[in-house]
């Protein structure tokens, strides 16, 4: 599919009024997108797991304006009040949206989301936030339109995330999504994110993600800033070229189950992106002290149980755990009795791969 299958030539219906709810996850990834060209494509592919607890709740209600206005006209409510700053993020999400969703000048909209992790928890809310309503937004669409089929609304749902923010386009549907364009994964594509077509090993299913909040306050660097960093990198071509050859690696990995080796994949990935803020100019490091005590307790406790235990990390300094359903027990009592301690007033999420959003 091209951007120009996402061009509505007509509508058929003629819609006044509604409301559409759905709850859409966050997603971890594991393969790191980091650096964008232009309309938001990434400059490397990347693969996730889905995640279940950490999600976001959008609900659009739409009602049609007498006339088409001059500029997008909506409210915004933020855990029940309204939230201004906001706003522009919407605005620019819409404008980048308005060809692909003509519609969108001629209703009036209110926006209603909030968050099932705590506010300000330094967990991005962005890839959860912008799916929600792109799936929200690709609802009224398929009103406009009922013959809309649910592969084209799943794809173009994703497509339309992506233009909000580049790792939201991961969110849509579960347990383990890619997207950018790689030459061992049919079907897939810079425009969108796909299930994961191939054989996944048993052992990764129900796949657990501990969140330690190690830092809860605001991100310094937005990844904006960071992905365009990646522009005069001194190490992007090989940082892009290495993430394709990851992904190939990571194939076999899933197809048979070799968790040593998606260890190495996914610390490696999660270490080499921050060496990638580390290394841009201007240079930043977003890990905390905290999150180095945790890396090296992971390493320290893994080397001694022989347990399966990883981590990795976003932009930021809270520390992902991940590690299979069957040594959860284990890793759990580690975790309470060796790394709460580290994290920002004791706090955690419990989270595991989650199969997509859902239409409440
Ligand atoms: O979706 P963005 O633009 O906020 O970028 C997110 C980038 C990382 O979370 C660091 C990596 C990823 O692939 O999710």
Not at 94 to 113: N, Q, S
Not at 295 to 311: D, E, L, M, Q
Request: with cysteine.
């Amino acid at each position: 599919m091209t951007d120009k299958d996402f061009v509505p030539s007509s509508y058929t219906t003629d819609i006044t009024e509604g409301k559409v709810t759905y709850k859409s996850p966050s997603n971890i990834a594991l393969i790191k997108y980091w650096g964008k060209k232009e309309h938001q494509i990434p400059a490397n592919p990347s693969i996730s797991f889905t995640l279940d607890t950490c999600a976001t709740t959008t609900t659009l209600s739409y009602k049609k304006l007498k006339n088409k206005a001059s500029d997008f006209s909506f409210d915004l409510l933020f855990e029940g009040s309204p939230k201004e700053d906001f706003k522009p993020k919407i605005s620019t999400f819409f404008k980048r949206t308005e060809l692909y969703l003509p519609f969108l000048k001629a209703y009036h909209f209110t926006i209603e989301t909030s968050n099932s992790f705590p506010h300000s928890s330094g967990i991005a809310s962005s890839a959860s936030g912008m799916s929600a309503l792109a799936l929200c937004l690709m609802e009224l669409e398929r009103e406009l339109n009922p013959h809309m089929d649910t592969y084209f609304f799943k794809r173009k749902a994703s497509f339309l995330a992506r233009l909000g923010s580049g790792s939201a386009c991961r969110s849509i549907e579960g347990d383990i999504m890619q997207w950018g364009l790689h030459k061992d994964t049919l079907k897939s594509s810079d425009l969108y994110a796909i299930r994961y077509p191939y054989k996944v090993h048993p052992i990764f299913k129900n796949y657990q993600d501990t969140i330690l909040l190690v830092d809860k306050g605001s991100k310094q660097v937005s990844s904006s800033l960071g992905h365009n960093l990646m522009h005069d990198h001194p190490f992007a071509e090989q940082r892009f070229d290495q993430a394709h050859k990851n992904l190939t690696k990571l194939k076999r990995v899933f197809e048979e189950g070799n968790l040593s080796e998606f260890i190495k994949i996914v610390e490696s990935e999660a270490l080499t992106l921050h060496a990638m803020m580390m290394t841009s100019m201007p240079y930043f490091i977003l890990m905390k002290p905290n999150t180095l005590e945790i890396i090296n307790k992971i390493w320290a406790f893994r080397a001694s149980s022989k347990t399966h235990v990883c981590f990795t990390l976003d932009a930021g300094a809270n520390v992902h755990v991940l590690y299979p359903e069957n040594e959860k027990e284990e890793v759990y009592q580690f975790i309470s009795n060796e790394l709460v301690a580290y994290c920002e007033n004791g706090q955690y999420i419990c989270d595991q791969i989650g199969n997509g959003a859902k239409k409440l």
